[in-house]
């Protein structure tokens, strides 16, 4: 196989990874960010005392607004008891365009919100479970207000709910772009939010605001507050970038188009132009050839901000680099390239190489920027689609629960190959491992992504559309150790492991069977009724000596008795109901693995 023939396999199934487009730029990763010290409070304006600093916090699951904290610095709490007792807090800053993240918690039933210049809202809310979001839910962006005509205005609702439940830490992204205003004072573009990701998933992008959460007046800049009236909530690792400073600008583009395929960058002075000229933009439509070609730009950067700055080239169908004054910035690399310099204010020679080469793959090119202060920003043709990216093919849960086999990548690297996903129309799904008896995976949101495995010839593979929670290593749930300090398997070897399929019930929930160390094991996992996690019930039909079965295996747990744990970090819950046998939490090494005694059942829940 050739290196062309290569490409276009690889890239069939890649291809929707790597479109450009100017709104997603807000995504890609900040190394600009400032992270808000909460040793003291001395990042906010006149804090109420309502706002207190904490080591550490726990708010109760099942218990409206209460929180208990532990004495300490790093974590960021509002005390307030939902009775419109507490006070908003402000920071030190004014802002336009910025982008935002941190980490937070909220108690149940608690409301409150971020205001992204003092008055547009985005939610932070107690949302667990809901199946059908609203703009006041967890994520969305609260509507705003038209003062004149007495009513809201657009609120808009979150893609899917991926919320976590009360007590969990979440993550949340933000990136805001501030309404523009002409010499005269007059707005001449609304404000947008270019994207909310929470929980790692996209779930608000390209959102223009066509008013403020009370109809006040809108700003170039306004201060960064948070709600503090609404219940109890946590705060920790605040991270933002300001985007104040003017962006770098392109002059004096040359452009020749030469006419061949070259494995590497050819003499220019040796080769005939098919086409060649100047231009005030960064395209390749400047080319009358589709395919084998090299085009080269050459022109200047007027850099206005002395610091760090990082490209991305985007060169579809062959390869590309950039050189700024000579020296290669942007290494050489098939499809699209990264890198970075330390620039000097003035304005700086570059050239950039573009060979295209897949014949399939139509012509573009795209060159991003960001800098000090600057948002990444498409410094290219803006008209020109950096790959057209293939259509997703996304299944979606109709009625109670639906089944899909299929490949399936865990823990970054391990492919899972009899992998049944069981979906949920409560939007908690979860993967079941045939050839171990294991539940690898959990999570919220949308049920899978087919396109790795429907697109063209495809790899076998799909993956989940919502909020992923995985167990650590997968291996046989069932173990047979004669003491609890022995190695765990790593696969079924010597188990007379066998499986015996499934069956469904009416729901189509799935009962699944399996043999394993001469007994019959009946392993069933349901959604909770609230859609709030999953349940699983293991029983076995002959009672056996020395069994154990391995839950997960995890970084740290929290014991909060009664068969309650914490489990990485206040990422999700175990409870463990009691029963014949106590949990066991076995050290191996950095790992927790987390096992229960069995000899004839076992039930445990995940609440995420």
């Given at each position: ?183 005269a004072g007059a707005k001449v573009e609304n404000p947008k939010i270019l994207l909310v990701e929470l929980n790692g998933i996209r779930i608000q992008e390209d959102v223009e605001l066509s008013g403020t959460s009370a109809g006040t007046q809108e700003v170039a800049a306004g201060p960064l507050r948070l709600q503090g009236d609404g219940g109890a909530i946590a705060f920790r690792n605040i991270k933002y970038s300001l985007y104040d400073k003017p962006r770098p600008e392109i002059s004096n583009l040359k452009y020749a188009v030469y006419k061949g395929s070259f494995e590497n960058e050819p003499d220019y002075s040796k080769l005939h132009a098919e086409a060649e000229g100047t231009s005030t933009t960064l395209s390749s439509n400047f080319s009358p050839l589709q395919n084998a070609f090299v085009m080269h730009y050459t022109g200047n950067l007027n850099i206005k901000q002395a610091g760090s700055y990082s490209f991305n080239l985007s060169v579809p169908g062959g390869s590309g680099l950039m050189r700024i004054s000579n020296n290669v910035v942007v290494p050489i690399a098939d499809w699209k390239s990264t890198g970075s310099a330390e620039l000097k204010e003035g304005i700086i020679p570059f ?258």
């Open positions: 196989m050739n290196r062309a023939h290569f490409l276009a396999l690889f890239s069939v199934i890649t291809i929707w990874l790597l479109k450009i487009s100017p709104s997603s730029f807000a995504q890609s990763a900040n190394k600009q960010l400032v992270e808000v010290g909460l040793t003291d409070l001395s990042a906010f304006t006149n804090p109420a005392k309502n706002w207190q600093l904490a080591g550490d916090v726990h708010m109760d699951i099942e218990k409206d607004n209460t929180i208990k904290t532990t004495k300490g610095t790093g974590v960021l709490v509002n005390v307030s008891d939902g009775k419109n007792q507490g006070q908003d807090l402000v920071f030190n800053i004014k802002h336009g365009d910025i982008d935002i993240e941190f980490d937070y918690m909220v108690a149940r039933s608690a409301v409150s919100c971020i205001y992204l210049q003092g008055i547009y809202k985005v939610q932070l809310a107690d949302s667990w479970g809901i199946t059908e979001p609203k703009a006041n839910d967890n994520g969305g962006i609260y509507e705003g207000w038209d003062a004149a005509q007495k009513q809201g205005l657009d609120g808009h609702s979150p893609r899917q709910n991926v919320s976590r439940a009360p007590g969990l830490w979440q993550h949340i992204k933000i990136a805001f772009r501030a309404p523009r205003f002409n010499t050239d950039i190489y573009y060979s295209k080469q897949v014949d399939w793959a139509k012509p573009a090119l795209g060159l991003s920027i960001t800098g000090p202060g600057i948002r990444e920003f498409l410094i290219s043709d803006a008209n020109v689609s950096s790959n057209d990216a293939v259509d997703p093919i996304l299944i979606n849960v109709t009625g109670e629960n639906m089944l899909m086999r299929c490949f399936i990548d865990i823990n970054d690297s391990k492919r899972v190959t009899h992998a049944i996903n069981v979906g949920s129309n409560k939007q908690v799904h979860y993967t079941y491992d045939a050839d171990n008896g294991s539940v690898v995976q959990v999570w919220r949101g949308g049920f899978l992504d087919a396109t790795p495995m429907w697109h063209e010839r495809g790899d076998g593979s799909s993956r989940p559309t919502g909020a992923v929670l995985q167990f650590g290593e997968d291996i046989p749930a069932i173990q047979k150790l004669n003491t609890t300090e022995a190695t765990l398997a790593n696969d079924t070897t010597g188990s007379g492991f066998k499986p015996k399929g499934y069956s469904l019930g009416k729901d189509k929930r799935p009962l699944f069977r399996y043999a394993i160390y001469g007994t019959t094991v009946t392993d069933a996992t349901s959604v909770l009724n609230s859609g709030q996690g999953v349940q699983r019930v293991i029983e076995l039909q002959d009672a056996q000596k020395n069994l154990y079965f391995h839950i997960a295996t995890v970084n740290n747990v929290e014991v909060l008795g009664n068969g309650w744990y914490l489990i990485d970090d206040k990422s999700w819950y175990l409870h463990v109901e009691e029963g014949e046998a106590k949990t066991i939490i076995k050290n191996n090494g950095s790992k927790k693995e987390i096992l229960v005694p069995i000899s004839k059942k076992l039930t445990y829940s995940v609440l995420f």
